[in-house]
Structure formats: C-alpha cells, structure tokens
C-alpha cells in the first residue's frame, strides 16, 4: 500500500491522529497567549478548556465559582476534559488547561489515556502574581498573595507530571511558543 504523505498544518498522518499537546501550570503561566500562538504556528486548533466549560455552563467561570462553589466547578471541568479527549481521537489540537484542571487525578488518568503531549509552563510564584494583577479576568482562586504561593507550592508536583517543563520568567509570548514546540521536536 502506497504510504499516504504526511499534509502540512492537518493534525493527522497516514489516518493515525497525532498526539494532541496539552499546555499545563497554573494562573498567569500563559497557557492560553502560547496556546493561541503555538497553534497558529502549527496550524492545529486550539481549544481552552475554560472557554468550553463556560460555553457549556452558559455563564463565566467566576459565576460558577460564586453560584456553585468550586467542587462543582471541578466536576463541570472533569466532564468538559472527558469530552474533548473523545474528541482529540479524531483530531489533534493544542489545548490550554485552567490552573487546576491537571492536578485533579482523574483529569491526569484522561490525558495519559490519550498519550498526549504535556508541557508545564512555570515561573516563580510572584512573577506568575504580577501577570494575574495585570490582567482584567478575574479568578476566583487568586484571592491574596499568600494564599496564591501556598496553592502554587502545593500543585507543583502535580504539574511535574507533565512530560516537558519550560520557563517563562522574562520570555514574550512567541518564544515560548517556539520553545514548546522545539522541545516537542515539531518544529
Ligand atoms: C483555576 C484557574 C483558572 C480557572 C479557574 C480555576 C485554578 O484558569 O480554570 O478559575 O484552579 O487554578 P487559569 O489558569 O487560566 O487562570
């Protein structure tokens, strides 16, 4: 059988579906800004995870928080991850995770299920403060700076589950872009 040539900025090869890359770390790492960009320079889609929830949930996640608490919000989130993994089946994309969604083990067994490609984004705790202060969204887990270092040293070693660590302290968003997908050997 005549091997079907591998075509530029699709994310299958030969039928197989490549493994998707999941962007992983907590508030203010950039998983979304790289996201958007990695997936612009592979040409893959590129799917936010919060985006999902607060589509399906038809409000934000800050509402969620205040109306439902956050176990719920972690079910909702379990429940949308599920979904997009059946999805990744099909078709590779770049995916940006919220802070908290990689930690939760059940989230880790559905991405090691697929194979996936994980890449933590890290920077030191108060770097990660500032960008978070910078930024208009508001996050209901980012309430004081104390709170936000303990939360940050206690999912560190969740987030060390991830294959690849990049650090972004003093980087734009393109090079981490192009440091993602250098270390994935895909560029
Ligand atoms: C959360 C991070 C948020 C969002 C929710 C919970 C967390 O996403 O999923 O507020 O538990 O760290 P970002 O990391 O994109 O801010």
Same mark, same amino acid.
């Given at each position: 059988?005549?091997?079907?040539?591998?075509?530029?900025?699709?994310?299958?090869?030969?039928?197989?579906?490549?493994?998707?890359?999941?962007?992983?770390? *907590?508030?203010?790492?950039?998983?979304? =800004?790289?996201?958007?960009?990695?997936?612009?320079?592979?040409?893959?889609?590129?799917?936010?995870?919060?985006?999902?929830?607060?589509?399906?949930?038809?409000? =934000?996640?800050?509402?969620? *928080?205040?109306?439902?608490?956050?176990?719920?919000?972690? /079910?909702?989130?379990?429940?949308?991850?599920?979904?997009?993994?059946?999805?990744?089946?099909?078709?590779?994309?770049?995916?940006? @995770?919220?802070?908290?969604?990689?930690?939760?083990?059940?989230?880790?067994?559905?991405?090691?299920?697929?194979?996936?490609?994980?890449? *933590? @984004?890290?920077?030191?705790?108060?770097?990660?403060?500032?960008?978070? @202060? /910078?930024?208009?969204?508001?996050?209901?887990?980012?309430?004081?700076? =104390?709170?936000?270092?303990? @939360?940050?040293?206690?999912?560190?070693?969740?987030?060390?589950?991830?294959?690849?660590?990049?650090?972004?302290?003093?980087?734009?968003? /393109? =090079?981490?872009?192009?440091?993602?997908?250098?270390?994935?050997?895909? /560029?």
């Amino acid at each position: 059988m005549t091997p079907i040539p591998e075509r530029q900025g699709t994310s299958t090869v030969r039928g197989d579906v490549k493994p998707s890359i999941f962007l992983v770390g *907590f508030m203010g790492a950039g998983k979304t =800004s790289v996201g958007k960009a990695l997936s612009r320079r592979l040409g893959w889609a590129f799917v936010d995870l919060d985006d999902r929830i607060e589509e399906q949930a038809g409000r =934000s996640i800050e509402e969620i *928080f205040r109306a439902l608490g956050e176990t719920a919000f972690r /079910e909702m989130e379990h429940a949308a991850l599920r979904d997009l993994c059946r999805e990744l089946r099909q078709s590779a994309r770049v995916v940006a @995770l919220g802070g908290g969604a990689f930690v939760q083990p059940a989230n880790l067994a559905l991405i090691e299920g697929l194979a996936a490609r994980t890449v *933590f @984004l890290d920077a030191p705790a108060d770097e990660l403060l500032r960008r978070c @202060l /910078e930024q208009p969204k508001t996050r209901p887990l980012c309430r004081d700076a =104390s709170q936000f270092r303990q @939360l940050y040293e206690a999912r560190l070693p969740g987030y060390r589950n991830a294959a690849r660590r990049i650090k972004t302290e003093n980087k734009d968003i /393109e =090079s981490v872009a192009r440091e993602v997908a250098c270390s994935l050997g895909i /560029e």
